[in-house]
């Protein structure tokens, strides 16, 4: 099985080269911005406080930065060195700062909030990217 290391990019879809722009983050977890521009996707961090699925739910995760304002978006399969000190198998939520968590959001005390896994650990800095359907959390 031929594999492409982070910092390239080929035609398989689990890897997108993206305009991103300069505070989004290694780490990051991101949505679809618009349309492509020159052949490339746009993408911003997500907002899980955003009940609007467009802005809340995430398609990947910022694998690399290739400059201020682009990067690699793995949209499936492992990113290493990413993330550190995580327990193999437990699943990975998006949380309020668009980064990766073992703990799920909690549920809003006011508003609306988007639950979503975008993968699991696979060892200790080895996430798989596998996004999960989103589940809507709405203040009790």
């Known amino acids: 099985m031929r594999t492409t290391p982070i910092g390239t990019a080929d035609s398989r879809p689990s890897i997108l080269r993206a305009y991103c722009f300069n505070t ?9 911005l618009g349309n492509m521009v020159g052949g490339l996707y746009q993408v911003t961090k997500v907002n899980i406080n955003n009940p609007d699925p467009l802005e809340s739910v995430a398609i990947g995760v910022i694998a ?8 690699l978006v793995v949209r499936l399969g492992p ?4 993330y550190d000190g995580l327990d193999y198998g437990r699943l990975l939520f998006v949380d ?3 980064y990766l968590s073992a703990i799920p959001p909690a549920r809003p005390v006011v508003g609306k909030r988007m639950l979503q896994s975008l993968g699991y650990a696979a060892s200790s800095n ?3 990217v596998n996004p999960s359907q989103p589940t809507l959390l709405v203040a009790s």
């Open 24 to 32: 989004d983050l290694v780490g990051h977890a991101v949505r679809i």
């Open 126 to 128: 080895v996430i798989v």
């Open 64 to 71: 690399a930065k290739t400059s201020p304002s682009t990067c």
């Open 79 to 82: 990113v290493a060195g990413v």
């Open 96 to 98: 309020v700062n668009a």
